[in-house]
């Protein structure tokens, strides 16, 4: 991003290259379409390049790269009043099972994570989904690590709850750590 920040604009091109995949993923997985998400990340390197000056080389990147992501959701919600839903292309893992009753998890799950609030699906998809660890999130959203465990170890409760109750009470998500 130095070298962007000093005029050399092709630069951008590697940073894409290194991290388009994984904010498509991030904005499909908080419930945009395939052409939403296209376009979310298109729209988050512009951004980059216009504020590029804002960016601090002592500063982690992929900090600053979903800061500018999750703005440009933000942005993009306030002025479509989009209401979010989860896409089904949904790459969520599921247990080792026969096709059929993988499928109906994996349709439970996201029908779980759609009811989620908007600010609870975004702590599991950037933990979970994304990997960010605690400490990044923190510093994206401007709390506490402690408070980050706090909130995904809560979305997670609800998520569970969500799930049992789509499922009568069946099925139980796997307790994953960060």
């Not at 942005?75 to 993988?102: C, L, S």
């Not at 759609?114 to 989904?129: F, M």
């Not at 999130?137 to 997670?156: D, M, P, S, W």
């Amino acid at each position: 991003m130095t070298a962007v920040q000093h005029g050399d604009t092709r630069k951008l091109g590697v940073l894409f290259d290194r991290h388009h995949a994984a904010l498509f993923r991030y904005f499909l997985r908080l419930g945009g379409s395939r052409s939403l998400s296209e376009d979310l990340t298109q729209d988050v390197f512009f951004r980059m390049l216009r504020a590029g000056e804002t960016w601090r080389a002592d500063a982690r990147f992929v900090n600053w790269m979903y800061r500018i992501a999750r703005n440009a959701y933000i942005d993009h919600n306030r002025k479509q009043r989009w209401e979010t839903g989860m896409a089904p292309e949904f790459d969520v893992p599921a247990p080792k099972t026969n096709g059929y009753e993988q499928e109906q998890e994996l349709e439970l799950v996201r029908h779980a994570l759609d009811q989620l609030p908007p600010d609870k699906r975004e702590l599991l998809v950037l933990s979970r989904y994304q990997g960010m660890k605690y400490e990044q999130i923190g510093e994206l959203l401007g709390v506490e690590t402690g408070t980050v465990k706090v909130r995904v170890f809560r979305a997670l409760q609800q998520l569970r709850g969500i799930y049992e109750r789509l499922s009568g009470g069946h099925h139980v998500l796997s307790r994953t750590g960060n």
